[in-house]
């Protein structure tokens, strides 16, 4: 015979208070003494009780659930990345609802025929939802956009500010004596990805320097190892080679490695983006730029916190900054 399933009107009538009490002990809201709230957790221990998420979020409106709506995890920086957002999430008492869409034809139909939940907040990163859509298909007011089409709605939205760093590094190339480099991008559909190209290409321009291949890739290790054959048969051959996304500049690095008879960075420098942890392996050392991940992740659980609190609250604009970490690859 199955176990009788432990109530809240068990607790109460163990603990011989009210079921008000017992409720309130455990949503914090409402006035109850500190006496009653040990009172009702103690006795909830020895019965085994536990609250029903689903029944408290009917009464409060809160699911605590986060909507985290990304294309894919091809590219090596999502998975510590998104492993530590929902460290931080859980910490807050979030749980992440990941959703990606890469291969769905109609993003926007799927999810309004697959998300029956209600989320407290979505947070977008994948390129092909906008702010107007991530409103109306998570029924909230204030989406929270890294993927930069926040257009004019009004919405949360994080950004890095690349452009330092990537003048930076062209600066660097041009210093070293780089002047033909060749591009490895990742999905030009993308508008962060058509930013990040832009700056480079244009802070190249200001050095002088001579683009003689420009690639796209799909963020992804074989991508750049299956890509590298082209980039290196430019003519003139490349000095450098850019790839937007560290997972493919290891993947060219390899390829050079165990393919030719090319010496990095003596014969040909390679760069990154996104600084991995295996940007600083011994095997790679490979040059990159890196985004301040910790500055990133607090403010999405920051903004998470306030759009909970105060789903009204004006707009938050936020820009995270980036630096040029330099290693042995140029």
């Not at 109530?7 to 006035?31: E, I, P, W």
């Not at 007011?141 to 009004?154: E, F």
Request: overall charge neutral; proline content about 4%; aromatic content about 6%.
């Amino acid at each position: 015979m199955p176990m009788k399933k432990v109530t809240s009107h068990d607790v109460a009538r163990v603990a011989g208070v009210s079921r008000t009490v017992v409720s309130r002990a455990f949503s914090n809201q409402g006035r109850v003494s500190q006496k009653n709230r040990d009172l009702v957790m103690r006795v909830a221990s020895q019965l085994g009780y536990a609250p029903d998420a689903i029944a408290q979020s009917l009464h409060s409106g809160k699911t605590g659930f986060v909507a985290v709506v990304v294309n894919h995890f091809h590219d090596l920086s999502d998975l510590e990345f998104f492993d530590r957002l929902v460290e931080q999430l859980q910490k807050s008492n979030r749980q992440a609802v990941m959703i990606r869409l890469e291969g769905i034809d109609d993003p926007a139909n799927y999810l309004k025929q697959t998300i029956s939940y209600h989320v407290d907040s979505a947070v977008v990163f994948a390129d092909n939802i906008s702010a107007r859509a991530a409103k109306d298909l998570f029924r909230i007011a204030t989406p929270i956009m890294l993927n930069g089409l926040a257009g004019d709605a009004l919405c949360d939205a994080l950004n890095a500010d690349e452009s330092p760093s990537l003048q930076q590094l062209a600066a660097l190339m041009a210093q070293k004596g780089q002047r033909r480099v060749a591009l490895l991008g990742g999905r030009s559909s993308a508008h962060g990805e058509q930013l990040r190209q832009q700056t480079f290409l244009a802070h190249a321009e200001q050095q002088q320097l001579e683009i003689v291949a420009q690639l796209s890739g799909d963020y992804s290790y074989l991508s750049g190892f299956n890509l590298a054959p082209q980039l290196l048969d430019a003519l003139p051959a490349p000095q450098a080679i850019f790839c937007t996304a560290d997972s493919m500049a290891m993947g060219v690095m390899d390829y050079i490695r165990l393919h030719t008879s090319l010496q990095i960075p003596q014969d040909v420098a390679v760069y990154g983006f996104d600084d991995i942890p295996m940007a600083a392996w011994p095997s790679y050392q490979l040059t990159s730029v890196r985004r301040d991940m910790d500055a990133m992740i607090a403010a999405i659980v920051r903004l998470v916190e306030l759009r909970s609190g105060s789903p009204q609250a004006a707009p938050q604009q936020v820009t995270i900054p980036t630096e040029l970490v330099v290693r042995a690859s140029c």
